[in-house]
């Protein structure tokens, strides 16, 4: 059995992987994937089947961001739907229209400000002389100010600061 999408946007969402409506519920997906086999809380097919195709709207689904994006489903997948794709697309649409969950902003925020997702502590530092490792420091930073602006991904970060600001007051 086919599946139908109930989404709102679904054009807009079908624009960018129109193989999703191939599903037929078969699992295969699920299978083989790592955060379903070893996450807990999270299935891939129970994911894609009721947080994408029988929601209204998927991107407010906090399932998506738990995809590693690995693509073992997709290489086993008999249809060739490709659902790191449809994720992907559904976190894009999810980061646009505000729905992303904070810890991931804070995640690009830090990655475009310092060139890293986490802060280095100083325990790493004190491990990386003990390896007689180099410290770290990420190199051209500006430059990932830059991609951030002219990707537009600056200026998304900047409505989701708006609307969250106006959520709280």
């Known amino acids: 059995m086919l599946l139908s999408i109930k989404f709102q946007a679904r054009n807009r969402f079908l624009e960018r992987g129109k193989a999703v409506e191939k599903c037929f519920k078969c ?16 299935n891939l097919r129970e ?11 998927p991107p407010a689904k906090q399932n998506l961001w738990s995809c590693s994006v690995c693509y073992k489903c997709y290489e086993v997948c008999p249809q060739d739907v490709n659902p790191p794709k449809v994720f992907k697309a559904l ?6 229209t505000g729905r992303a969950p904070l810890s991931v902003v804070s995640l690009v925020k830090s990655v475009i400000h310092t060139g890293m997702s986490f802060p280095m502590s100083d325990a790493s530092r004190r491990m990386r002389a ?40």
């Not at 699992?27 to 999270?42: H, N």
């Not at 994911?47 to 709207?57: A, G, N, P, V």
């Not at 600056?154 to 007051?169: C, F, G, P, Q, Y």
């Open 91 to 96: 976190k894009e649409i999810a980061f646009e």
């Open 27 to 42: 699992g295969t997906c699920a299978l083989m994937c790592p955060v379903t086999r070893y996450g807990e809380g999270y």
């Open 47 to 57: 994911t894609f089947m009721y947080d994408i195709f029988s929601s209204e709207e």
């Open 130 to 169: 003990q390896l007689n490792l180099p410290s770290f420091a990420p190199k051209d930073v500006d430059d990932l100010g830059k991609i951030a602006k002219n990707t537009g991904l600056e200026r998304k970060l900047d409505i989701l600061k708006a609307k969250r600001t106006n959520e709280h007051e």
